[in-house]
């Protein structure tokens, strides 16, 4: 079979080969540049536990020794402050990281990947579909026509994929404004990311009264000025002023020494495509949505887009035309990215509103800091992982349900479990493999290798079971999950989602959440395979 076609070698394009090439699906990567990315440190990106364990994943690399994850988040309006927050374990950090250094590590992981080419200077200029596949064609240097099963299109905001299939891509436009440096220096706090809003000391020129500061690695911060509506130029001198002004404003009056090492202007716009799917042809990342106010940072949503993405056109690349799976895409992950941009587009009159009487209502400052905070952090309807609650691959009322603590189609907890092999690994680390996950909760088993209890009780039972499932899975052992009784069966998604919990081995409920997990009987994907086939 042909290989997936993907469009766009930034972090989602490069996420998606990485992962369609773990579950051994070939892929040809379009990169219209020269193979690697320019060093920019303050083009940076913010990460949240789950995609940067994605990307740790994919790649093998310890992200955090490339990036550098805050030690803790305070938030300050005036001479006060209004929140501290120390990452001490009990809530993870999030990860800070200069976006070239991101797709560096993607990049060396994929040099060594056998399925995966990347064809640099490829520009795509056309796309052909049929129902047996795609054809792309790309001008440049070496331009030619390139044939493929499915093709994905993360080319970024002005997706040539996107226009090529006459979406529409609506939505606001400079929502929020930014002027952004890194630079090199030592600030009152340490390994903190900082946001203070209305800060105490006069800036020199257009400003909306925010600042963040956010630490990278080697004493590096990328500082972040909300600038007021409009298209006001930032000049390189006005941006000199504003870092000494702000510098001397956290130092007590003085600019501290410093070194300048990159500057920017960052511009949110809010879009989101009418159809992530035209047929054989998908949209992901920034060709698929745009957002970025308030704190919230597009990247994660992107590489979840990927991660979602990349199981399900492995088990229709691998098996047949699974049509509600891939459905289902688009479904899903449209619906998040939508709750997401109402919640920030409902906040911003809030937050931005720019005085009047709801400045004077008590405790709407600490509101709108905890709005804020949500954003930055990765917490509720602004920045928290989406769950999958209405999505066309729940299975119907089981009898055996049972509730935890994680509801059906939201993310699992990354509890540590007992593998096949006999070896204690944490939950995530299963993940992506192409593959559901069965996960029984059985207290004590962690003391006993796996081959004293792994014939014993209703282990051989629950074994059978899995090994009957409509789609390969594996069987997992915890000691706990938080809300699980003893003998409770969870469902897991290849993408870490949670499709059911079972009380007790039901292996009749348990093929009937594994067929929808999937998209349908799994004998109606068969005859459907066989249509195709005889054509």
């Known amino acids: 079979m042909d290989p997936v076609i993907i469009v766009g070698a930034g972090p989602v394009g490069l996420t998606l080969a990485l992962a369609l090439a773990r579950q051994e699906v070939p892929c040809v990567v379009l990169d219209e540049g020269p193979g690697k990315d320019e060093p920019r440190a303050a083009r940076t990106v913010v990460l949240r536990e789950d995609t940067a364990a994605l990307v740790e994943r994919l790649t093998g690399v310890p992200l955090s020794r490339a990036g550098a994850h805050w030690a803790g988040w305070r938030s300050m309006r005036r001479k006060q402050v209004m929140r501290e927050i120390v990452f001490d374990g009990t809530e993870p950090a999030p990860l800070h990281i200069a976006q070239h250094v991101l797709t560096g590590a993607l990049r060396a992981a994929l ?52 226009k090529l299939q006459d979406i529409r891509f609506p939505g606001r436009t400079a929502v929020e404004r930014h002027a952004v440096a890194a630079l090199r220096t030592e600030l009152p706090w340490h390994d903190e990311a900082l946001l203070h809003r209305m800060p105490p000391w006069r800036m020199s020129g257009p400003s909306a009264g925010e600042v963040t500061a956010r630490p990278l690695p080697d004493g590096v911060w990328r500082l972040d000025w909300l600038l007021p509506p409009g298209k006001d130029l930032v000049t390189p001198e006005l941006l000199l002023t504003r870092i000494r002004e702000t510098l001397a404003g956290w130092a007590g009056g003085t600019t501290p020494p410093y070194e300048l090492l990159d500057t920017g202007v960052h511009t949110v716009h809010h879009r989101l495509a009418r159809r992530w799917r035209a047929d054989r ?131 699992v907890t990354d509890v540590r479990v007992t593998a096949e092999d006999g070896t204690f690994v944490p939950l995530r680390d299963r993940l992506g493999r ?29 074994a059978a079971a899995v090994t009957a499932l ?35 081995v039901r292996p009749d409920d348990l093929y009937a959440a594994a067929e929808a997990a999937v998209g349908g009987p799994a004998k109606a994907q068969a005859e459907a395979s066989a249509s195709v086939g005889s054509r």
């Open 111 to 162: 040099s060594g990947e056998r399925l995966v080419k990347v064809a640099v200077e490829s520009r795509l200029d056309g796309i052909e579909q049929e129902s047996s596949g795609v054809t792309a064609h790309t001008r440049g240097p070496k331009g030619t026509w390139w044939r493929g099963s499915y093709l994905v299109g993360c080319d970024g905001p002005r997706s040539t994929v996107r």
């Open 281 to 411: 042809v998908f949209l992901a990342g920034d060709a698929a949505h745009l957002l970025g106010a308030l704190g919230t940072h597009g990247l994660d949503e992107g590489l979840r887009d990927a991660d979602n993405l990349a199981w399900k056109l492995a088990v229709a690349w691998h098996h047949g035309p699974h049509d509600a799976l891939l459905d289902s895409y688009q479904t899903e992950r449209r619906a998040v990215v939508a709750a997401r941009l109402r919640a920030a587009d409902q906040a911003l009159p809030l937050l931005r509103g720019g005085g009047g009487l709801r400045s004077y209502v008590p405790g709407s400052s600490r509101g709108h800091d905890a709005l804020l905070t949500d954003g930055h952090l990765g917490h509720g309807q602004l920045g928290a992982p989406g769950a999958y609650a209405d999505s066309p691959l729940a299975p119907p009322r089981l009898e055996g349900e049972t509730p935890v603590d994680t509801p059906p189609g939201a993310p």
């Open 470 to 504: 409509p789609h390969p899975a594996e069987l997992l052992v915890a000691e706990s999950y938080p809300g699980a009784a003893a003998h409770t069966v969870l469902l897991v998604r290849p993408d870490g989602h949670l499709v059911t919990a079972l009380s007790g």
């Open 434 to 462: 192409g593959a559901l996950l069965v996960v029984l909760i059985a207290p004590g088993t962690g003391v006993w290798e796996r081959k004293h209890w792994v014939s014993a009780g209703i282990m051989p039972r629950l």
